[in-house]
C-alpha cells in the first residue's frame, strides 16, 4: 500500500513553515520536505555504512553471503574508511572557511584589504599574545599580518602538532599526546586521511578510527577555532544583541535581501551597504518602503550576533523563504546552500546570486566576491535587488506573520562579562553555580536540520526538558535559530521554563538561560567555555570531568560527524538524534559509543527520542557531578531568629 503522504504540521512544528509549506503545495513547487519522501527507504548498504566505492573493481556491497569486498576489505574496514571520509569532509569546510578568513586578514596587514578592517583590535591583541606574539609597539597593520601568518602556518605544520592545542587544559594536551591523536596541521590531516582510504592502504579500523579524531581535532581546535577567533577580529567580538527570528521578518513592502550560508566577509559589508544613503533611496525609487536584509543558517547567525541583523530561518526554511513570494535577491556563499534554490526561485521573482568562486550553482547568477570591491559589489547587489522589486507579484505574495524575538551574541567574552562585570569578568559565579547545584550542568545543543525528521521538534522538545532540570543550555548552528523560532532565546519567555536554581542564577546574572554561542564554526567557543570552566577551578582538572555534555539532535552535515568527534576527542559525550552509517560494523560502533571513552573519557550515543535523550544527558551530567563530589541537592534553608540566636549572629 502506497504510504500516506505527511501533512505539513507532520514536517514542522512552527506555525510559518508549516503555512509555507502548504504555500508550496499550492503554488507546485517541491521542496525537500516532499522530495525525502519520494526518496523512500534510505538504502541499507549506504544507510550502514556497506557499500564501498573506493575503487573500480566494486563498488562492492557487504551481505552475509559475501562477508568481504574484491579486494578483501571487510565490513570494519568498510564502514570505518568511509567514516574518515566523512569526517574528512567537515572538517575540511571548517578549515577552509577559516583559511579565507585569515587571508582576508593577510590582505588587511598588507593594506590591500579595501573596505575591511581590524574592526576588534583587542580581539587582535588576545590572540596574538596567546600565540606567544610580542604585541608591544606594533602598529595594528604589522600585527594583523604577523598574526595571520602564525595562523596560516597552523593549516600546513606538516609535523609539528598545533599550536592552537595549547589553548585547551593541559591535561587534555597530555590526553591527546597519550593517544597520538595530537594533530598537525589540517591540511595535512586531510590529505592523510584521503591517503590512508584509499585502496590498499589503512585497513585496521581502530587506526583509521583514531585518525578521524585526531583530524577532527585540527577542525575543533584548529580551523574552526581559526575562524572564530579570526571574525572576532575582522568583524567585532559578538555582545549580546536583540533581534527577531523567522519568515515574518520579512516585509511585505520592503525590498527583502537574504544572505545564507556560512562565510561572513561579503555579508558584513552587505549590512553596511543596507545602510548606505544611496541603496536606501534607490529602494525607495523601485517603490519599497526600504530594504530588509535578513539570513538563512549559519551567515544568518554571523550577522545576526554582531549586527542585530534578523533571521529569516534555518537549514531547512531556505526554499520556504522563496515560497514566500516576497524575497527579491537570495545571496549563498559556501555550505548549507541546496542546489534546488534556482528551481524554487523560477516560480517567483527571486534572484539566486552566487558569491564564492568555490561554490557556483546551475541557474543561480555568479557574482564573484572580491575584497578590494567588496562595498561597491554589495551596493550593485542591493540596488539590483531593488530593480527586482519591481518584478514581484503580489499575487503570490504570502509572508506569514509569525515572528519571534531574541537575544544573541554570547561569545565567551561576553559570557564572561555577564557574569562578573568589567573589573572581574570571569566564570567563577557559574562555576560556583554548579558546584552548589543550582547549576546541575552545561549541555550544548548545536547542529542542523534533517529532512527525514521533523523540523525543529526534536531540539525544541529536549532543550525544554534540559532547562526543566537546571541546565544551562549553550547553542549554536540551526538549532539556535531553532530556539529562536520557539521564542526561547529571551530571558523572559525561558526563565518560564526553567528549574528553580537556573531561574534564580540567570535573574541573579541577568542572563538568559539558553545562550546563542554563533554559527557551526562556533562550536570552538563552547569548547573555549568549557576550558574557562576548568580553568576557573573546582570542577576538575580536564574537560572530561566538568558535568557538560553535546548534542546533534537533528543533524545531517559531514561537519555535524566532524564536531561531534572533536567533542568526544576534547572529553566532552555527544548525544546524537540519530545514529551515523556505521551500523554495519559491530567493532567501529563499539568503538566510537564505548572505546572512545577509555581512549578519550568520552565516547557518542544515541537517542533517537529527545526525552530518552534527556534522561541520558541527566545520567552523564550526574555522573560527573558524582565523581566530583558534589552530586547533592543546594540545601537551602532560610534562617529564622532561632536560628541566628543558636549561631550567636
Ligand atoms: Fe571493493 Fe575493495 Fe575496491 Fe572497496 S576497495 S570497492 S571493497 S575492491
Ligand atoms: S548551517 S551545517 S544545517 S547547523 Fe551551519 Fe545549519 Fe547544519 Fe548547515
Not at 113 to 126: F, I, N, P, S
Not at 562 to 568: A, K, L, N, T
Not at 618 to 626: A, M, S
Amino acid at each position: 500500500m502506497e504510504k500516506k503522504p505527511k501533512t505539513a504540521e507532520e514536517r514542522a512544528c512552527d506555525p510559518a513553515s508549516i503555512s509555507s509549506i502548504c504555500k508550496a503545495a499550492t503554488d507546485c513547487v517541491d521542496l525537500s520536505f516532499f522530495r525525502v519522501e519520494r526518496q523512500g527507504a534510505p538504502c541499507p548498504f549506504g544507510a550502514k555504512g556497506l557499500c564501498c566505492r573506493i575503487c573500480h573493481m566494486g563498488p562492492c556491497r557487504i551481505t552475509a553471503k559475501s562477508p568481504r569486498g574484491v579486494c578483501g576489505a571487510d565490513a570494519d574496514t568498510i564502514v570505518a574508511r568511509n567514516f574518515l571520509r566523512e569526517v574528512a569532509g567537515g572538517a575540511a569546510a571548517h578549515s577552509d572557511h577559516g583559511r579565507h578568513l585569515v587571508l582576508l586578514l593577510k590582505r588587511i596587514g598588507r593594506g590591500e584589504g579595501g573596505a575591511y578592517t581590524v574592526k576588534d583590535e583587542q580581539a587582535l591583541h588576545r590572540v596574538a599574545r596567546s600565540y606567544g606574539i610580542d604585541v608591544q609597539g606594533m602598529d595594528i597593520s604589522a600585527l594583523a599580518a604577523q598574526v595571520a601568518e602564525v595562523l596560516l602556518a597552523e593549516f600546513t605544520s606538516q609535523e609539528e602538532p598545533l599550536k592552537t592545542l595549547r589553548l585547551s587544559p593541559l591535561s587534555r594536551q597530555g590526553v591527546w599526546r597519550k593517544q597520538d591523536a595530537s594533530p598537525s596541521g589540517v591540511d595535512r590531516m586531510v590529505v592523510e586521511a584521503m591517503h590512508r582510504t584509499h585502496m590498499g592502504v589503512d585497513h585496521d579500523y581502530m587506526n583509521i578510527l583514531l585518525h578521524a579524531f585526531r583530524l577532527s581535532l585540527a577542525d575543533g581546535w584548529g580551523g574552526s577555532r581559526i575562524a572564530s577567533m579570526v571574525s572576532d577580529i575582522l568583524f567585532g567580538t559578538p555582545m549580546p544583541v536583540r533581534s527577531t527570528a523567522n519568515l515574518g521578518i520579512l516585509g511585505a513592502e520592503t525590498v527583502n535581501v537574504l544572505v545564507h550560508g556560512h562565510e561572513p566577509a561579503l555579508s558584513e559589508m552587505l549590512a553596511a551597504a543596507a545602510n548606505d544613503p544611496e541603496v536606501k533611496e534607490y529602494a525607495k525609487q523601485a517603490g519599497a518602503s526600504g530594504l530588509t536584509l535578513a539570513g538563512i543558517c549559519c551567515t544568518a547567525n554571523e550577522v545576526l550576533m554582531r549586527h542585530g541583523i534578523p533571521v529569516a530561518g534555518n537549514f531547512l526554511q531556505q526554499e520556504l523563504a522563496i515560497v514566500t513570494g516576497a524575497v527579491e535577491m537570495m545571496l549563498i556563499d559556501v555550505q548549507c546552500c541546496m542546489p534546488s534554490l534556482p528551481d524554487v526561485a523560477k516560480s517567483y521573482h527571486t534572484e539566486i546570486v552566487s558569491t564564492s568562486r568555490i561554490a557556483r550553482t546551475i541557474g543561480a547568477q555568479a557574482v564573484e566576491f572580491q575584497t578590494d570591491k567588496a562595498y561597491e559589489i554589495a551596493k550593485s547587489l542591493l540596488k539590483r535587488a531593488a530593480d527586482n522589486f519591481r518584478k514581484r507579484d503580489p499575487q503570490k505574495v504570502d509572508i506569514p506573520r509569525h515572528t519571534s524575538p531574541l537575544v544573541a551574541g554570547f561569545s565567551v567574552e561576553a559570557i564572561k562579562y555577564m557574569l562578573g562585570g568589567t573589573y572581574r569578568a570571569s566564570f567563577r559565579p557559574l562555576n560556583d553555580a554548579v558546584i552548589q547545584g543550582r547549576i546541575r550542568g552545561v549541555v550544548g545543543i548545536v547542529g542542523c536540520n534533517n529532512a527525514k525528521s521533523k523540523l525543529d521538534s526534536y531540539i525544541n522538545t529536549l532543550t525544554i526538558e534540559l532547562l526543566k532540570e537546571n541546565i544551562l543550555v549553550l547553542k549554536t548552528g540551526c538549532a539556535a535559530i531553532a530556539s529562536a523560532k520557539a521564542g526561547k532565546l529571551t530571558p523572559e519567555a525561558a526563565l518560564e521554563c526553567a528549574g528553580p536554581g537556573l531561574k534564580e542564577v540567570c535573574e541573579a546574572v541577568g542572563m538568559p538561560p539558553v545562550l546563542h554561542m554563533g554559527s557551526c564554526v562556533d562550536n570552538s567557543r563552547l569548547l573555549e567555555a568549557a576550558t574557562e570552566i576548568v580553568a576557573e577551578g573546582g570542577l576538575g582538572e580536564d574537560l572530561s570531568d566538568v558535568p557538560v555534555v553535546g548534542v546533534a539532535p537533528e543533524w545531517m552535515s559531514e561537519k555535524a560527524i566532524s564536531i561531534g568527534c572533536y567533542f568526544v576527542a576534547s572529553g566532552i559525550d555527544v548525544v546524537l538524534g540519530h545514529p551515523f552509517s556505521v551500523e554495519g560494523s559491530e567493532n567501529v560502533t563499539r568503538f566510537l559509543h564505548h572505546e572512545a571513552g577509555e581512549l578519550f573519557g568520552a565516547s557518542f550515543h544515541v537517542h533517537e527520542d529527545p526525552h530518552a535523550a534527556a534522561r541520558a544527558i541527566l545520567e552523564i551530567i550526574d555522573r560527573r557531578r558524582e565523581k566530583l563530589g558534589i552530586n547533592r541537592k543546594a540545601e537551602r534553608k532560610l534562617m529564622d531568629m532561632k536560628d541566628r540566636r543558636e549561631l550567636g549572629v
